[in-house]
């Protein structure tokens, strides 16, 4: 109701009454009821600059606004998408890593005899293989994320899709690590951000030096009336009877 009234401002200000039919039935209340929250408190002067009612409206009568927003034109009827040749490369290099290659040997045929270390077999529930992708949870409401082998060049590759590319800006270091763990995991991957964007050759040309401002620093007290003024400001307002547009303000400092 807010974001309504804030985009058809121009057009409702004024005496004239109008209507807003809603199908959420509480906001009928919601500007008179004694127990508000502090987020409705805070809209209630906004809200008091209009002159409107509302009224419940069920979303089977609300047949207007369910057209507009459920176009049956703009139905989805095809999806397709370029799957990225890191994954390929990731896939890959699992053979390479003697850790996790027991790990998704064991996880893509379960009735495979594969041995796998004490370590191995304790964390072997967080992990799953989907299309020859492993994925790491942390726990089971951790959405799963493609673990990255032990593979240098790999990883840096992964960083700099995350952190390089005209898409991604050169963020800083908390927005690449959420970008990159988004996706990916492997250990100590907060490290390998912070590493890798210490020696991002662009990062460290345009970043700006930290500064420390100087301290405010106190007048002196003036001896006399009117031996040390402050002047204040302003102009281009309103013309007013003598056709002044300006204001001119002097005050003494001592008095």
């Given at each position: 109701?807010?974001?309504?009234?804030?985009?058809?401002?121009v057009?409702?200000?004024?005496?004239?009454?109008?209507?807003?039919?809603?199908?959420?039935?509480?906001?009928?209340?919601?500007?008179?009821?004694?127990?508000?929250?502090?987020?409705?408190?805070?809209?209630?002067?906004?809200?008091?600059?209009?002159?409107?009612?509302?009224?419940?409206?069920?979303?089977k009568?609300?047949?207007?606004?369910?057209?507009?927003?459920?176009?049956?034109?703009?139905?989805?009827?095809h999806?397709?998408?370029?799957?990225?040749?890191?994954?390929?490369?990731?896939?890959?290099?699992?053979?390479?890593?003697?850790?996790?290659?027991?790990?998704?040997?064991?996880?893509?045929?379960?009735?495979?005899?594969?041995?796998?270390?004490?370590?191995?077999?304790?964390?072997?529930?967080r992990?799953?293989?989907?299309?020859?992708?492993?994925?790491?949870?942390?726990?089971?409401?951790?959405?799963?994320?493609?673990?990255?082998?032990?593979?240098?060049?790999?990883?840096?590759?992964v960083?700099?899709?995350?952190?390089?590319?005209?898409?991604?800006?050169?963020?800083?270091?908390?927005?690449t690590?959420?970008?990159v763990?988004?996706?990916f995991?492997?250990?100590?991957?907060?490290?390998?951000?912070?590493?890798?964007?210490?020696?991002?050759?662009?990062?460290q040309?345009?970043?700006?030096?930290?500064?420390?401002?100087?301290?405010?620093?106190?007048?002196?007290?003036?001896?006399?009336?009117?031996?040390?003024?402050?002047?204040?400001?302003?102009?281009?307002?309103?013309?007013?009877?003598?056709?002044?547009?300006?204001?001119?303000?002097?005050?003494?400092?001592?008095?």
């Amino acid at each position: 109701m807010k974001y309504a009234l804030v985009k058809f401002r121009v057009h409702l200000l004024g005496q004239k009454p109008f209507v807003i039919y809603t199908d959420h039935a509480s906001l009928r209340t919601a500007t008179s009821s004694p127990h508000l929250s502090q987020r409705m408190a805070r809209w209630l002067s906004f809200f008091a600059e209009y002159n409107f009612t509302v009224e419940y409206k069920p979303g089977k009568q609300n047949v207007l606004a369910d057209a507009l927003s459920r176009r049956p034109d703009y139905e989805l009827a095809h999806l397709a998408y370029l799957e990225s040749p890191l994954y390929e490369l990731i896939r890959e290099a699992y053979a390479d890593d003697d850790d996790l290659a027991g790990l998704v040997e064991a996880l893509s045929a379960p009735n495979k005899a594969v041995e796998l270390t004490a370590r191995q077999r304790s964390r072997l529930h967080r992990y799953s293989v989907v299309e020859g992708l492993l994925y790491y949870q942390v726990d089971g409401g951790d959405e799963p994320r493609i673990v990255v082998p032990n593979d240098e060049d790999l990883r840096h590759r992964v960083l700099y899709e995350a952190h390089d590319t005209p898409l991604s800006g050169h963020l800083g270091r908390e927005k690449t690590y959420t970008s990159v763990a988004r996706n990916f995991w492997w250990p100590h991957m907060y490290k390998w951000v912070r590493k890798y964007l210490q020696t991002c050759v662009t990062c460290q040309r345009v970043k700006p030096a930290p500064s420390a401002s100087a301290p405010l620093m106190s007048l002196p007290v003036p001896a006399d009336c009117w031996r040390s003024v402050s002047m204040d400001f302003i102009f281009e307002l309103p013309a007013d009877a003598r056709g002044h547009t300006g204001i001119l303000v002097f005050v003494c400092r001592l008095s």
